[in-house]
T-cell receptor, first 117, second 111 residues
Framework: GAVVSQHPSRVICKSGTSVKIECRSL??????MFWYRQFPKQSLMLMAT?????????EQGVEKDKFLINHASLTLSTLTVTSAHPEDSSFYIC?????????????FGPGTRLTVT | DAKTTQPTSMDCAEGRAANLPCNHS???????VYWYRQIHSQGPQYIIH???NNETNEMASLIITEDRKSSTLILPHATLRDTAVYYC????????????FGTGTRLTVIP
């Protein structure tokens, strides 16, 4: 199968601090990873597309200086929420894409619940 | 990617078949129909996908109409663990493109 992990699964931080979330593809190499955010009772919203070795592409309205994404290897992408505020509290989910040619090439992590107090 | 329309919610009795409809009237010829589901507080899980032929796997069946403007996901024997939000997504298969999640259908399986 294809397994994607996220760490931590949940985190509580104080307003103004930074939090790093890791997304790992455990048994395959992912040249592309996606970061989504989900607020309560809402659907997933794409935040950014992360490509290994290059800068991430952010969706409109997502501040790139606030949500730092690093995709330094084919199995790891990180999302750092800088100077977190209570409105950043959300469920953050990553997905990793297998190389082209496989039928369902995106696999999702279990998500990270961030609470900013 | 084409937009999809799904009912907001559905109920299904445990052990019965759950039929989840999806309209995608603006689907393009190279776009596939994908189904994912999200159990509460978890990441989405892939279920099935298809282009124009009906598909079946160990989880579900996908029935696509001949004009491809709509489809139905069938869970043949729903269990309580199938309670989730089900998302119907249309997208081209190739390339590094994200999945656009609409509002989905909240399926509740009732004992």
């Amino acid at each position: 199968g294809a397994v994607v992990s996220q760490h931590p699964s949940r985190v509580i931080c104080k307003s103004g601090t930074s939090v790093k979330i890791e997304c790992r593809s455990l048994d395959f190499q992912a040249t592309t990873m996606f970061w989504y955010r989900q607020f309560p009772k809402q659907s997933l919203m794409l935040m950014a597309t992360s490509n290994e070795g290059s800068k991430a592409t952010y969706e409109q309205g997502v501040e790139k200086d606030k949500f730092l994404i690093n995709h330094a290897s084919l199995t790891l992408s990180t999302l750092t929420v800088t100077s977190a505020h209570p409105e950043d509290s959300s469920f953050y989910i990553c997905s990793a894409q297998k190389p082209a040619g496989t039928p369902y090439e995106q696999y999702f992590g279990p998500g990270t619940r961030l609470t900013v107090t | 990617d084409a937009k999809t329309t799904q009912p907001t919610s559905m109920d299904c009795a445990e052990g019965r078949a759950a039929n989840l409809p999806c309209n995608h009237s603006t689907i393009s010829g190279n776009e596939y129909v994908y189904w994912y589901r999200q159990i509460h507080s978890q990441g989405p899980q892939y279920i099935i996908h298809g282009l124009k032929n009906n598909e079946t796997n160990e989880m579900a069946s996908l029935i696509i109409t001949e004009d491809r403007k709509s489809s139905t996901l069938i869970l043949p024997h729903a269990t309580l663990r199938d309670t989730a939000v089900y998302y119907c997504i249309v997208r081209v298969e190739a390339g590094a493109n994200n999945l656009f999640f609409g509002t989905g259908t909240r399926l509740t399986v009732i004992p």
